[in-house]
T-cell receptor, first 114, second 111 residues
Framework: DAGVIQSPRHEVTEMGQEVTLRCKPI?????LFWYRQTMMRGLELLIY????????DSGMPEDRFSAKMPNASFSTLKIQPSEPRDSAVYFC????????????FGSGTQLSVL | GDSVTQMEGPVTLSEEAFLTINCTYT??????LFWYVQYPGEGLQLLLK?????DKGSNKGFEATYRKETTSFHLEKGSVQVSDSAVYFC??????????FGKGTRLSVIA
């Protein structure tokens, strides 16, 4: 299996631009998670889906952030408009059981907003 | 809510030294406990886990014991290698809730 695939690996954009991060979970996994990693806050859960349905989006910082999972093999995290404080590494992870089960992480997207 | 506290890094050790990374947790019930490791440029991967009190998780020479009385899950390794240099995250999950991670501890092992 190829594991969790995220794209792009790196994204540099200017403040105010729309950013879309993409994730392909491991085939057969029914839970998908978006995390954000920064030096100050560590690893924060933004949102998670179970069977393509958003279960908990309480970690989404504000309305500028949105996430979708149109099918079992694809999810997006969108930031519009982006701001410099959104600069971070964004990880997607998937699991085959409930939300407390072993997570498989992608390699992350390093986002820099100038 | 549930939380995890890890010792702050960075931790710098010589090869073959003994490693301890402290982790304590706060939870209302009986969580499962995990250690994840993140190598440079990669996502996190599960290192070991324990699901009930007094369980010991182990993998690749690393060990951690679930201590309910001290609400701790300290990570240990008897002899570290340069290849162990990474960031280590302690995490918990209670019931059907997503993992809650500590802030991570960076380990650097020098030859």
């Amino acid at each position: 299996d190829a594991g969790v695939i995220q794209s792009p690996r790196h994204e540099v954009t200017e403040m105010g631009q729309e950013v879309t991060l993409r994730c392909k979970p491991i085939s057969g996994h029914n839970s998908l998670f978006w995390y954000r990693q920064t030096m100050m806050r560590g690893l924060e859960l933004l949102i998670y889906f179970n069977n393509n349905v958003p279960i908990d989006d309480s970690g989404m910082p504000e309305d500028r952030f949105s996430a979708k999972m149109p099918n079992a093999s694809f999810s997006t995290l969108k930031i519009q408009p982006s701001e410099p404080r959104d600069s971070a590494v964004y990880f997607c992870a998937s699991s085959s059981g409930g939300p407390g089960e072993k997570l498989f992480f992608g390699s992350g997207t390093q986002l820099s907003v100038l | 809510g549930d939380s995890v506290t890890q010792m702050e890094g960075p931790v710098t050790l010589s090869e073959e030294a003994f490693l301890t990374i402290n982790c304590t947790y706060t939870a209302t019930g009986y969580p499962s406990l995990f250690w994840y490791v993140q190598y440079p440029g990669e996502g996190l991967q599960l290192l070991l886990k324990a699901t009930k009190a007094d369980d010991k998780g182990s993998n690749k020479g690393f060990e951690a014991t679930y201590r309910k009385e001290t609400t701790s899950f300290h990570l240990e390794k008897g002899s570290v290698q340069v290849s162990d240099s990474a960031v280590y995250f302690c995490a918990l999950s209670e019931g059907n809730t997503p993992l809650v991670f500590g802030k991570g501890t960076r380990l650097s092992v020098i030859a």
